[in-house]
């Protein structure tokens, strides 16, 4: 028999279930942040945070992949231990309803992320941290990248990616 929890009436054994989950979650987004301050300055990554990657991308200056790489999250660690990469296929400022200019990129990545069986999860993670930019509008993919994967991977990538491919 399955005792409900209090708080809302699901079982205990949903519960539980979902309180590992967040705990496991914590656990590795605190490991990714290990990762990521043990192989970068954190004091450059705050530097290039602050950059502005509309003027970055106007002035054509080199600094804007490690601008980008630097608003990445937990993803960040994973592209890293990889030797992973993003590489900007193409890219336009385009103006907000509010009249501020913001990118529309597309990427693609490099490294051994090309043939990662986790790149979904990879890509999805990319295009959230980087929507999280105020200077960014739309993250999108290089559809060379649906090459990687076999016919079963592509349909699931297109299907449940969570991700567009251009």
Not at 123 to 149: A, C, N, P, T, V
Request: aromatic share 4%.
């Amino acid at each position: 028999m399955m005792s409900d929890s209090p708080d809302n009436n699901l079982p205990a054994s949903k519960t539980l279930s979902e309180s590992y989950s967040e705990q496991i979650e914590e656990m590795m987004k605190a490991e990714s942040v290990r990762r990521i301050q043990e192989n970068h300055d954190p004091k450059e990554l705050e530097r290039l945070n602050g950059l502005s990657l509309i003027q970055l991308y106007e002035s054509d200056n080199p600094e804007l992949i490690p601008a980008l790489m630097s608003r990445l999250g937990a993803v960040r660690a994973a592209l890293d231990g990889h030797g992973g990469g993003l590489i900007i296929s193409s890219a336009e400022i385009e103006n907000t309803h509010e009249g501020d200019k913001a990118l529309s990129l597309v990427i693609d990545l490099d490294g051994a992320c090309v043939s990662c069986g986790a790149a979904p999860g990879t890509l999805k993670g990319i295009q959230d941290d980087l929507l999280m930019d105020d200077e960014i509008i739309s993250i999108r993919f290089s559809e060379s990248m649906l090459e990687w994967f076999d016919e079963i991977q592509k349909e699931f990538v297109l299907k449940f990616g969570g991700v567009v491919f251009v």
